[in-house]
C-alpha cells in the first residue's frame, strides 16, 4: 500500500502563494501517476494537478494552468505543488494521490480511484 502525508496547507490572503508538499512511501514512488485532488464541501474532488513519477510531463486543471506548478523531487520520494495568486476559490482540503502507471489525459478519474493522503488544509480569503 502506497503511504502519502501532505504538508504545507494554510490560511493566507488572495493573491499569495503556498508550497504543498507530499512524502511518498519510498519503494513505491517508481512507477506511479502522482497528482493533487482537492474537495470542497458539497462539491465533487477534482483533480488539480497530475505528473508521473518516472517523467516530466504535467498535467493541470483549467482552473490553476498557470499558477500552480508540479514538480518533484524522486531523491527524496517528494510530490509538491507550487501554488501561486491564489484565489478564493482555491479553498479546499488538498490530498495527495498516487495511482499505479503512467499519467494520460484520464488523469484526475484515475488519481480519485488512487491511494489517497489524509490531506492538508488550504484557505484563502479575500
Known amino acids: 500500500q502506497v503511504q502519502l502525508t501532505e504538508s504545507g496547507g494554510d490560511s493566507v490572503q488572495a493573491g499569495g502563494n503556498l508550497r504543498l508538499s507530499c512524502e511518498a512511501s519510498t519503494y513505491y514512488y517508481g512507477g506511479y501517476c502522482m497528482g493533487w485532488l482537492r474537495k470542497v464541501p458539497g462539491k465533487d474532488r477534482e483533480g488539480v494537478a497530475a505528473?508521473?513519477?518516472?517523467?516530466?510531463?504535467?498535467y493541470y486543471a483549467d482552473a490553476v494552468r498557470g499558477r500552480f506548478t508540479i514538480s518533484q523531487d524522486s531523491a527524496k520520494s517528494t510530490l509538491y505543488l507550487q501554488m501561486n495568486n491564489l484565489k478564493p476559490e482555491d479553498t479546499a482540503m488538498y490530498t495527495c494521490?498516487?495511482?499505479?502507471?503512467?499519467?494520460?489525459?484520464?488523469?484526475?478519474?484515475?488519481?480519485?480511484?488512487?491511494?489517497w493522503g489524509q490531506g492538508t488544509q488550504v484557505t484563502v480569503s479575500s
Open positions: 494521490a498516487a495511482v499505479f502507471g503512467v499519467c494520460d489525459d484520464t488523469w484526475a478519474e484515475r488519481l480519485r480511484q488512487g491511494y
Open positions: 505528473i508521473y513519477s518516472g517523467g516530466e510531463t504535467a
